[in-house]
């Protein structure tokens, strides 16, 4: 075999060794990855050594005792594990263990179950080992242990048998479903033992491990005199037993082991720390949540799952491109996400999210997305959604510091506070006048998008983009279209409205070309743009309100408000 990958190994670092098993490991790189070499001394051949003592160095002596250094070269065993990642890192690294009670629920909110494993898979679909396999039928495979491979002595006999079925990660997942197989297991496993290399049964040790070292449900085939590690091994006719007498025996929540299971929870988490503070019970609350961010993995591949039932090619077809209609600038709160809130698909709204749903006219994140969205997606409508129950507007009428960047963040709303205070504090209700400001905030959100030129110069060139307020109330899952869209352009004084020199005369050497388009290419002359946009605004109305079925109330109201504020006419002139 060669040994090029060995060679271009270069070591960095001593993470664990052991002086009983003769091991140690090596952190190291090769071709800029990440690698991990594992060394290990052989165990002597069984037989009478014929060794050189010219070089031995007596250390010891006392009575009949002595002890030699002895250099002598010694066959030694690497492993090398390249790209390692830090998954790996931690695995190999030196750690003390801790003694955790698993329950059923953590085991099920653990990361590492659902880590995939390629070696495992190349075994079951035949891409590797096909030599090593001893035994095959619908349901299982057995196969010789890589270490027995290499051997020639029964002493080291090692078979395992490995499931198709991926989805038996370990004991764990094991019911009375699966006794047929684990009994089967079980016989041909000894056949095949007992035919092959005339071992009596009595001679063969059955176990499964918990923990196991890979979560691929497996079963070791042993001989009796392998020393076994007591704490993980569980002979598989017990295991057999236990789910006969109560099928859900290893999913109960009473079936609470203590482990030395150290290793499991730091490969769950990659944070070696939280294994001192789990002796905090303050942070106990904390680590049950962290356990709980599995919980959104195992949720997109339910997610993958249902969307493939429907529709095989659906995520070929997603990534072939997008197509967004419209673009939403939204809350980041939680509770309102676009897509969800709209019944639409991935692929049809392209979106920004920050607190409050704050147009910043020089927030650079904000205003590329607004770029590419209109002048390369081409979207027709920007829509501005706000939300009652907002934590940012709320924190915005409040005198209380809420954090350096947050406080600058949210003078954006402050300022439309300050200008409507007269209008939101005429509602009693703090949730009401949140929701009044969450409005006067879309509202406001609209006016600064019509004044950003990208907006503006899409009227320019022929490809019109219109600005529309929604409300999402939180209370009652309803999006309220607020009947202000078309009073803002008009509001707009004179200032910021661009003149897009360049714009226009490009528009104009087109023009013969867009004929076929269905937008005239708009004049300069504001009456036109004007028209333009109410007219727009009216299709747009006639759809949402034959589709809208929502409470108008706090609308009403506040436009009732809106019509009687002098700053608001004042504005509209
Ligand atoms: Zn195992
Ligand atoms: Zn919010």
């Given at each position: 075999m060669n040994s090029d990958l060995l060679q271009q190994f270069r070591p960095s670092q001593v993470i664990n060794w052991d002086d009983n098993t003769k091991r140690l490991i090596l952190l190291g790189s090769l071709n800029d990855q990440c690698g991990i070499l594992i060394l290990q001394k052989k165990p002597f051949e069984k037989e009478v050594q014929q060794l050189a003592f010219d070089q031995a160095v007596q250390y010891f002596h006392n009575d009949i005792y002595t002890k030699y250094n002895c250099q002598m070269l010694s066959d030694i065993d690497c492993e090398l594990i390249c790209p390692a990642n830090q998954v790996h890192i931690d695995k190999y690294s030196k750690s003390d263990s801790v003694i955790i009670e698993e329950t059923y629920d953590m085991y099920k909110q653990s990361q590492i179950i659902q880590m995939p494993l390629d070696w495992v898979y190349n075994i079951l679909e035949k891409?590797?080992?096909?030599?090593?396999?001893?035994f095959e039928n619908q349901t299982f495979l057995i196969l010789k242990d890589y270490v027995f491979v290499n051997s020639q002595s029964l002493d080291d006999l090692h078979l395992l048998a490995l499931p198709f079925?991926?989805?038996?990660?370990?004991?764990?997942?094991?019911?009375?479903?699966?006794v047929a197989m684990l009994e089967e297991m079980y016989t041909e496993g000894l056949k095949i033992i007992s035919e092959k290399?005339?071992?009596?049964?009595?001679?063969v040790k059955v176990f499964v491990h918990y923990l196991p070292s890979f979560y691929h449900f497996h079963v070791h085939f042993t001989h009796s005199s392998q020393m076994g590690q007591a704490f993980r091994d569980i002979p598989l006719l017990q295991v057999i037993q236990n789910i006969k007498l109560k099928s859900n025996y290893y999913q109960s929540q009473e079936l609470i082991r203590p482990d030395l299971t150290y290793e499991f929870y730091k490969l769950n988490h990659n944070i070696q720390k939280i294994f001192i503070l789990m002796q905090n019970k303050f942070v106990q609350k904390g680590i049950s949540e962290i356990q709980k961010y599995a919980k959104a993995l195992l949720g997109n591949k339910n997610y993958v799952q249902k969307k493939l039932a429907q529709d095989p090619d659906y995520f070929t077809k997603l990534a072939k491109g997008q197509n967004p209609k419209y673009l939403l600038i939204g809350c980041s709160d939680s509770r309102a996400p676009p897509n969800e809130l709209t019944e639409t698909d991935p692929g049809e709204i392209f979106i920004h999210r920050n607190i409050a749903n704050v147009v910043n006219m020089t927030d650079l994140n904000l205003n590329c997305v607004i770029q590419y969205a209109v002048e390369h997606l081409k979207v027709h409508n920007i829509i501005i959604m706000g939300h009652t129950y907002c934590g940012g507007v709320k924190a915005a009428m409040q005198q209380d510091s809420v954090g350096g960047l947050l406080d600058l963040w949210l003078n954006n709303i402050k300022h439309v506070y300050e200008k409507n205070q007269h209008l939101v504090n005429q509602f009693e209700n703090e949730n009401d006048r949140v929701a009044c400001l969450s409005s006067l905030n879309v509202r406001e959100q609209v006016l600064n998008m019509w004044k950003n030129p990208i907006v503006q110069k899409s009227w320019e060139v022929g490809h019109p983009v219109m600005v529309h307020g929604w409300l999402f109330r939180v209370e009652t899952g309803y999006i309220e279209e607020l009947q202000l869209d078309e009073n803002i352009p008009e509001s707009l004084s004179d200032v910021f409205r661009l003149n897009f020199k360049s714009a226009q005369q490009t528009a104009q050497g087109q023009q013969s070309k867009q004929n076929?388009?269905?937008?005239a290419l708009p004049s300069l002359n504001s009456q036109k743009f004007q028209q333009m946009q109410s007219k727009l605004v009216t299709e747009f109305r006639k759809y949402s309100n034959h589709s809208q079925d929502c409470n108008h109330q706090m609308v009403n109201q506040i436009s009732g408000i809106l019509q009687n504020d002098p700053h608001f006419k004042k504005e509209n002139k």
């Open positions: 891409k590797k080992e096909v030599e090593n396999i001893v079925q991926r989805d038996i990660k370990s004991l764990r997942d094991l019911n009375q479903d699966h290399y005339q071992l009596e049964s009595k001679f076929d388009d269905q937008l």
